[in-house]
């Protein structure tokens, strides 16, 4: 790829790239080859397809250090890129054989590593490999048959567009009848064709799929497959399965379960039943969604699980068949990923874990430096999928990958493997002991080294001098990592040294060991359990040696010291404890007697529980999802340390006067209690009382009111009454329902429902709003005269219901109307010549809409709307009525019309033509004899046909008196009779005759001439001058015939064709002019003239043909009419015209020239159009949201025609293709940037731009990037850091998206002070020192470096402080303290531009060391919810002696493992909001405290359900294709389960007309709803001829989410769904037919109509045909206000198959019915190989072979043979 072909945007792109590559090879630390992202443009899930010539940009995301070496692969081989960086594949422009499996290897020294594989298809204009074959499918009558869209060719896919069957009933007409579902022809959602119960008249079908790309206007077709259908005769076919559903439905989870089932039988269909099998086992029970599609052969299942069986079941006549499906919910994940890298020890066993779940089971595969891996006796594979690696050796290193497929999915993980060699060093040292006489020391460490070292002990004793080197026995135990000494005794005590080595160095570590005797407690303590204020005792007695002594400290719950005091006395030097009174709160935990001694110390507990009445409940009520119902809870409360037995339930209804009464007694294991059977529209109140073994609990806080919701009435009105009004209106009367069943305050109205008799879904329905309680009257309007309608009532009062309370059905019938449909002829016939006889059968009695009366009979002549004859019949109630009407005029077309009456009115008329019979006709008129055609030996009799013919003339009969009878066939109107006397007189008379007879007779007298002779031809005939449309010929005559010539007639014939055609008839005015001028002639077109002179006894031969003269070129007669323009897309648009006939183009290489310019134009740019048929031209690569002008002119190779109209269109709005451009940036101060820019220009806008967005971050950083959105061109950025490079871009957006944004523009912030330092803490506390530790501010705002100002001090004494000034580090290590004093601990940043300020922390010493992770936090609850938040709460847990750091939260959900939340939830808080949550999600979460020591066992879970809220995104995969001129076919991807925010969506469509000046882009909508799981939609009845704006929403009960992107399309345009009609020919000449056809009608056009298509060929003839087989056939293109068309330049006597298409700029229509024709005979073509032999003196033998082209049937042939001394003549047969 050449520099020069870089984009700007892609040179930038590259230079980056270069960048990061040099920046990677410029480290030192070395890192393996990593492939995080690899695909092929704008990939899918398995690849990406693009047009031929596009261009291909793959630029893999690849790290590693060094760079590593990218090789690309396509199906095995390496691909060379056009790019100039190796790591990047480009091809300029792609071709069928770029087409393929991609796959990419990237290594460096440590390794390679494989990326996953993606297919490059290509778009294709044949992507069928046999669509020139025929298929022959066999199949029995009243079986199924199956035909599937036959395979394309490799790497093919189909361009957007419409793929559908179409057929044909024989081989003789193209498949050219879309197919449409019914009952016994189904299509599956694959396309499948399925034909059920196949009749035998199917036989010779065929069946064919065709692609049709609205875009370019083409169609595409597959092979044929022809139907060879076997009659079996049979009448019944049992029930089979056709389409049966497979063995395992695979589906992931959340996402519907689609099933196709289709059953055939004969001779009916049988019904489809579905049911499903539960997973848990069980009977099959009958299922339904309601989304079964027509003949329930598709059902769409939502919350499918795994292992259920669904079953559909074809029935008919008591036979069934059955077809099974079990569903698989397909999941792929890692349960444990690979760690990064693996050290690896030469010599050990290497594990790499690759454990993933999977439904269906996976197959796991291992690849090393991108190679498979193969198992064998050193490397293998366990079953679940961990690769081991025994004796692991220097060749084992490299990159490993794991691959797990499952048939459904693929993923990958990788490791690095890394050997292992280095000296000796111990990671963790044997630790100094100090054990009890009789214990065993165990002494371990950990040593590091590869190879593995050998250790070696040896003793020094600390009590005698004993030093020796230790071996395994005895009382020794020597192993990997450990020393373990048994039974030790004070003799043990002394240094132990581990010694480890190995050929790289040696490691030692030295351990101290000490051994003393054991001190205990000698007595037992148990647990007590008193009642409150009770007096108890306990004692520790120790077991010492004398020798020591040792400190007792009693301990409540192992933190807190007891002290003596007023109620809790220690005596006895600490070894007893008194409590004069138990309290309930402080007297009650675990107390511990903790023993210290250098004899060891010991512990002994005994817990003490305080009894007492359980504690007041609080009790939370809320509205149940059961009706009537509210559902009270509660926490538990303290139980007064006895099991809480039950729970007493209160109630009250707070508009009664009663008070709190018990309504039940619950177990005291429940926290939740249904309160039902309560009235709508009445508030409650609850108390809950905690009752246990000591008595009841105190009375606590009643709830809040809570209202039950009312309901729906649940009874109808009542006295309900229905009386017809009129013929389209019904009145119904009734009373209000009962009150006690109103379940509402009042009654809001009432719907009265009404359907026909025959139907049983509702026609309508009407709402009346009244509250009233007397009568009420509801009228029903709009209804169907004569009609038997069942009425319906129901009331509705605020509570919207789907099934409200309706009265019994009432019958009542409209009054009669007027009949609506008319009658139905049969047949009208002419019974004689003034008389029709007429047959009709009365309309559909649906649609009299009333009693019929009788009918009128009436005659129209012709077009005429007067009538010529009426009547009036009865009634015969036969089910065929006859009669006639009389008096009409003898073989005259009449229109017949017969009209149904009825009380309400006269239906509209049937009508049928009728034509009278014949009659014999008048006489004929205007008999003369022309004086130039009274000859000496014949007359010319002319005569003009009857004014009344009476029916189709025949013939004529001419008679002379005296003489002959002749016969003269209609239409000729002249006859010549021959061989008469000259200079005689005769008598003739002249009669019309029809098929009936002769008609009367005419007659005239006339005298024959004395004889002239016709003169002979001219000679030397020839052009001495040709201009575009005229010629001059020169001759010389020839005699006269003895009588002057009148006139020259002078004929032409064109190019090859045979026949002459006069052009001039020139009368003599200067008899000695030897020249003659033609006009009226084409320009640019080949001529042959000659010329015939005539005189009073005829014309002459014709001369000798002239040589072929061409005439000039002129410019065109005129530029294409009715220029239109339209928008297309952003940057294309439609220009259409009527075109030029070929022969107006007046010269060579005929077309057209397109001019157009925009106001950004300076001059007009131009297209050439070189076909002189074209209708319409697409221009392309125009400015988006730009109105062009447009004008076409006619052209040829020397001329150009005068101007069109003028046309002008604006291009589809997009995003803008330039940046704003940056006019200021400044910093205002440490936290804030002013950021300013220019408007977009107009041209590079590409629309109207709603705004900008804005985008910063650190400049070079890696941290994800910040956008904000404006609609000024101004903002200040705020929240910024001082002294740092921000880097900022801004982007304008249409409504269409979002343009290119600005070069990067690096500003910085000013300097100021630190912000607060953070996450201030203690750690490693002990009772002598500990750490204060703190994180740097998050804006350390200037370049110096940060210092720190640290001070604590006393809470109780302020003054004196301890101050840590300047502090360079973030902890400080503090042990200047008081144990059991509380101190304040602050932090301050410093940094040469000031102090920030102070961060605090209050923090308590303890008296002892003994410290543990804090207990489990209590009451731990969901506070509140909301759509993406929980907020939480829950008691601090009881102090341990540490602060509290913060709490851990764990969450999951029901389809999600368990999260950490990452965020800071501080120990200081008891109450949090959880944000950023799905809405609509039930959780389940945990709490941990955390500490020095650790994290405290987390709580309990406990469940929390975020609110509803709108979904959050908008249906995607938006496809818009035009289905008819005002209908659009629309399909979609539904928004993902997770952004539903509800339990159901429904989906919204959009739509309005596009205006390019719409400033208000989200107005202005129209909308249509459709439900969900429905995909697909079809938008009718819109505005033929304006572009249209598609978005889609997703709505549900809380609202509507944001819109999609738009879809603009055109809506006008759709294929002709008609074909031209009536299609006939006649022969105009030996080159020549003449095609006349009746046009499509005005509603199948689909759009505008631009012409027709006449296509054209010849058969019979094997050249013909081999011809065809490797071309295209013949077609003429005409314009759509043409009937008719002669096609002309045809061979000579050659049958020709004519059909015709009419098109629109949406493409073709289906071909018409075809018709044949047969050109005329004409002149035959030279005889071949003529050649002369055995020559003697008086003869010659000629012999030669027939012409190649007869062109007739050949008569005879002409010799002509030319001796010395003239020209002989010889025919021969």
């Known amino acids: ?418 050997l292992n060699s280095y000296a000796p060093d111990f990671t963790t040292r044997p ?205 538990p409360p303290f139980n007064g340390n006895r099991e809480i037995t039950e729970y007493i339930i209160r109630s009250k209804e707070i508009s009664s006067s009663a008070d709190f009464a018990t309504i039940d007694t619950i177990p005291g294991d429940q926290r939740s209690y249904d309160a039902g059977n309560l009235k709508p529209s009445k508030s409650y109140q609850f108390i809950i009382i905690a009752k246990n073994a000591i008595g009841e609990g105190q009375t606590g806080d009643a709830t809040p009111a809570i209202k039950i919701p009312a309901e729906a009435p649940s009874a109808p009105p009542q006295r309900v009454e229905v009386a017809a009004t009129g013929q389209r209106s019904v009145g119904v009367t009734f009373l209000p329902p009962p009150e006690t069943d109103w379940n509402s305050e009042r009654i809001y109205g009432y719907k009265v429902e009404y359907r026909t008799a025959v139907n049983s879904a509702p026609l309508g329905t009407v709402v009346h709003n009244t509250s009233s309680t007397g009568t009420i009257t509801v009228n029903i309007v709009d209804l169907l005269p004569y009609q038997e309608y069942w009425v319906r009532v129901a009331a509705f009062n605020e509570v919207p219901t789907d099934s409200p309370a309706f009265t019994t059905l009432i019958k009542v019938t409209t009054l009669e109307g007027v009949p609506q449909t008319e009658p139905v002829f049969l047949n009208v016939s002419a019974s004689t010549s003034t008389s029709c006889l007429l047959y009709w059968k009365a309309p559909d009695s649906r649609t009299i809409n009333g009693r019929p009366k009788g009918y009128y009979l009436k005659a129209y002549e012709g077009d005429s709307d007067t009538e010529w004859s009426s009547k009036s019949v009865n009634v015969s109630r036969s089910v065929v009525e006859r009669n006639s009407i009389t008096g009409l005029k003898k073989f005259t077309l009449y229109r017949i019309e017969v009209l149904l009456f009825t009380g309400g009115g006269v239906s509209p008329p049937a009508s049928l033509d009728c034509q009278t019979l014949e009659d014999t006709p008048e006489a004929v008129s205007s008999l003369e004899v022309p004086d130039l055609y009274r000859r000496h030996n014949s007359l010319t009799v002319t005569w003009e046909p009857p004014l009344v013919a009476n029916g189709i003339l025949k013939r004529y009969k001419v008679s002379v008196v005296g003489g002959d009878n002749y016969n003269v066939d209609h239409p000729q109107t002249n006859f010549t009779i021959l061989d008469l006397d000259a200079e005689s007189e005769y008598t003739i008379s002249v009669s019309a005759a029809t098929a009936v007879g002769l008609g009367p007779s005419l007659p005239i007298t006339v005298s024959t001439r004395p004889p002239p002779r016709r003169p002979d031809k001219p000679t030397n005939v020839q052009v001495v001058d040709k201009q575009s449309r005229s010629a001059t010929l020169s001759f010389i005559p020839g005699f006269n015939g003895e009588a002057p010539i009148t006139n020259y007639i002078v004929e032409y014939r064109h190019g090859l064709r045979q026949n002459w055609t006069q052009i001039a008839d020139i009368k003599v005015v200067d008899p000695s002019s030897r020249q003659l001028e033609v006009t009226s002639l084409q320009p640019y077109n080949d001529y042959y003239f000659h010329v015939i002179a005539v005189n009073v006894a005829g014309a002459s031969i014709a001369s000798d043909s002239t040589e072929v003269v061409t005439t000039l070129m002129a410019p065109p007669d005129a530029p294409p009419e009715g220029v239109a323009v339209r928008a297309q897309n952003h940057s294309t648009l439609i220009i259409s015209w009527t075109p030029l006939d070929k022969d107006s183009f007046n010269g060579a290489s005929p077309g057209y020239r397109i001019s157009y310019q925009s106001k950004y134009d300076s001059v007009p740019q131009t297209e050439f159009v070189a076909n002189p048929g074209s209708r319409f031209y697409v221009l392309g690569n125009l400015n988006a949201h730009t109105t062009y002008t447009v004008y076409i002119q006619s052209v040829n190779s020397e001329h150009v025609s005068s101007n069109s109209n003028s046309a002008n269109s604006t291009t589809v709005e997009y995003v803008p293709s330039r940046a704003p451009a940056i006019t200021s940036s400044v910093s205002r101060s440490l936290s804030l940037i002013n950021l300013e820019w220019d408007e977009i220009e107009p041209q590079y806008a590409n629309g109207l731009v709603l705004g900008y967005y804005v985008y910063y971050k650190v400049h070079g950083s890696s941290d994800e990037e910040l956008r904000l959105s404006v609609s000024d061109r101004v903002i200040d950025i705020t929240g910024l850091s001082g002294a740092t490079d921000y880097a900022l871009q801004v982007s304008g957006y249409t409504r269409i998206g979002e343009g290119v944004r600005s070069q990067p523009h690096v500003v910085r912030t000013k300097s100021g002070p630190p912000g607060i330092p953070r996450s201030l803490s203690l750690q490693s506390i002990t009772l002598l020192h500990f750490w204060l530790t703190w994180l740097p501010p998050l804006h350390p705002n200037s370049d110096s470096a940060l210092q720190y100002n640290i001070e604590y001090v006393r809470t109780e004494d302020s003054t004196n402080a301890f101050k840590f000034p300047n502090h360079s580090s973030t902890s400080l290590f503090i042990k200047d303290f008081s144990a059991r004093t509380e101190y304040v601990y602050s932090v301050q940043a410093v940094n040469n531009m000031g102090v920030s300020p102070p961060i605090r922390l209050i923090f308590a010493t303890s008296d002892t060391a003994d410290h543990d992770v804090p207990d489990t936090p209590a009451n731990f609850a969901v506070r509140s919810s909301q759509t993406t938040s929980l907020t939480l709460e829950w008691s601090t847990p009881a102090s341990t002696g540490l602060p509290l750091h913060n709490y851990t939260i764990y969450y999951r959900t029901d389809s999600s493992p368990e999260i950490v939340f990452d965020g800071l939830v501080p120990g200081s808080v008891q109450q949090f909001t959880l944000q950023n949550l799905n809405a609509y999600t039930k959780y389940y979460l945990k709490l941990a405290a955390v500490n020095d020591q650790g994290e405290s066992r987390p709580t309990a879970e406990v469940e929390g359900q975020t609110l509803m809220d709108i979904p959050s995104s908008a249906p995607s995969n938006l496809e818009v294709v035009p289905k008819t001129a005002t209908a659009l076919h629309i399909s979609w991807r539904s928004a993902d389960r997770p952004d539903w925010n509800s339990g159901t969506i429904y989906n919204r469509i959009w739509y309005k007309i596009y205006s390019a000046d719409d400033d208000q882009p989200d107005s202005g909508f129209a909308y249509t709803d459709v439900s969900y799981p429905q995909f697909t939609a079809m938008l009718t009845g819109l505005t033929a001829g304006n572009l249209y704006e598609i978005r889609m929403s997703t709505g549900n009960s809380e609202g509507i989410s944001v819109k999609s992107e738009p879809v603009i399309i055109y809506v006008g345009v759709a294929v002709p769904i008609g074909t031209p009609s009536e299609i006939s020919s006649s022969v105009v000449s030996d080159q020549e037919v003449t095609v006349s056809w009746k046009p499509v009608t005005a509603e199948e056009i689909n759009g505008q109509l631009l012409g027709y298509k006449i296509y054209y060929e010849v058969i019979g003839d094997p050249v013909a045909r081999r011809k065809r087989a490797t071309s295209t056939i013949n077609y003429d293109l005409v314009g759509p206000e043409k009937t008719s068309h002669t096609l002309s330049n045809l061979q000579i006597y050659k049958q020709y198959q004519i059909s015709i298409t009419a098109y629109n700029i949406a493409g073709e229509g289906p071909k018409s019915t075809t018709i044949e024709a047969t050109t005329d005979q004409g002149y035959p073509g030279p005889v071949s190989n003529l050649t002369v032999s055995e020559l003697t003196l008086t003869s010659v033998n000629i012999t030669w072979d027939t012409p190649s082209e007869p062109n007739g049937h050949i008569l005879r042939y002409h010799i002509k043979y030319y001796p010395h001394d003239g020209e002989l003549e010889l025919l021969v047969s």
């Not at 270069?18 to 030192?28: A, D, G, M, P």
């Not at 690849?367 to 079953?383: E, L, M």
């Not at 037992?524 to 409150?532: C, G, N, S």
């Not at 008194?578 to 107390?591: M, W």
Request: net charge neutral; with cysteine.
């Open 431 to 635: 630790a100094n002991q100090t054990l009890l006489s009789g214990g065993s020391v165990s002494l371990t460490y950990i040593v590091d080294g590869q190879p593995v070292p050998s250790i070696y002990w040896r003793f020094r004793s600390s009590v005698g001098s004993e030093n020796k080197t230790l071996t395994n026995g005895g009382r020794y135990t020597i192993t990997s990592g450990r020393l373990s000494i048994a039974s030790a005794t004070w003799l043990d005590s002394g240094v132990y040294t581990c010694k480890a080595n190995n050929s790289l160095g040696t490691a030692e570590s030295l351990t101290h060991v000490a051994v003393f005797n054991q001190t205990s407690i000698n007595r037992q303590q148990y647990p007590i359990e008193e009642q409150k204020s009770a007096s108890v005792t306990r004692s520790c007695m120790l077991n010492i040696d004398s020798r020591i002594s040792a400190q007792i400290v009693w301990l409540l719950n192992d933190t807190t010291v007891i002290v003596s005091d007023s109620n809790r006395r220690l005596e006895d030097n600490n070894q007893t404890l008194r409590f004069v009174a138990l309290r309930s709160y402080f007297d009650q935990g675990t107390f511990t007697c903790k023993v210290y001694s250098e004899g060891g110390n010991d512990t002994q507990s005994f817990s003490i529980t305080v009894v007492e009445v359980p504690y007041r409940v609080s009790p939370l009520a809320e509205l149940s999802t059961v009706r009537r119902t509210i559902s009270i809870s509660w926490q």
């Open 1 to 418: 790829m050449n520099g020069e072909n870089l984009s700007r945007r892609q040179k930038i792109f590259y230079t980056v790239l270069n960048i990061l590559v040099c920046l990677s090879h410029c480290t030192n630390a070395q890192s393996p080859p990593v492939i995080s992202k690899f695909s092929l443009g704008a990939t899918g899930e398995s690849g990406t397809t693009l047009n031929e010539g596009e261009q291909l940009i793959s630029a893999p995301q690849i790290t590693g250090v060094p760079f590593p070496e990218v090789i690309f692969y396509k199906d095995g081989h390496v691909v060379q890129t056009e790019a100039t960086f190796a790591h990047v594949l480009i091809i300029n422009s792609v071709t069928r054989d770029h087409a393929g499996l991609y796959w990419v290897v990237a290594n460096n020294s440590l390794g390679a590593v494989m990326s996953s594989k993606y297919r490059l298809s290509l778009y294709t204009s044949d992507p069928w490999p046999d669509s020139n074959q025929t298929e022959r499918v066999p199949v029995n009558s009243g079986d199924a048959l199956t035909l599937a869209v036959p395979p394309l060719n490799v790497n093919s896919v189909l361009p957007p567009g419409l793929l559908q069957w179409y057929y044909s009933t024989s081989d003789l007409t193209e498949p050219n009848v879309p197919v449409s579902e019914q009952e016994r022809v189904q299509l599956t959602k694959s396309l499948q064709l399925i034909i059920l119960d196949v009749p035998a008249i199917f036989n010779g079908r065929i069946y064919q799929v065709v692609h049709t790309n609205f875009a370019l206007g083409t169609v595409v077709k597959s092979k044929k497959f022809q139907l060879v259908v076997t009659d079996t005769g049979r009448s019944t076919v049992a029930p089979s399965i056709a389409v049966a559903l497979p063995a395992q439905s695979f589906v992931e989870q959340g996402q519907s379960l689609e099933l196709t089932c289709i059953v055939n039988a004969r001779p009916t269909l049988p019904s489809i039943e579905w049911y499903k099998i539960p997973a848990s086992g069980g009977a099959r029970v009958p299922f339904t969604t309601g989304q079964e599609t027509k003949y329930s052969r598709v059902n769409l299942i939502n919350n499918v699980v795994e292992g259920e069986e669904y079953q559909c079941e074809g029935e008919v006549g008591g036979e069934t068949v059955v077809s099974t499906t079990t569903v698989v919910v397909t999941r792929l994940v890692f349960q444990q990923r690979l760690h990064s890298v693996y050290n690896t020890d030469i010599g050990s066993k290497q594990y790499l874990p690759c454990t993933v779940s999977s439904n269906p089971p996976a197959v796991i595969t291992w690849r090393k430096n991108a190679v498979d891996i193969i198992s064998n006796d050193r490397v293998s594979i366990s079953s679940n999928g961990t690769l081991i690696i025994s004796d692991a050796g220097l060749s084992d290193g490299g990159v490993y990958q794991c691959v797990a497929v499952n048939g459904q999915d693929t993923i990958f993980d990788q490791t690095y493997v890394k």
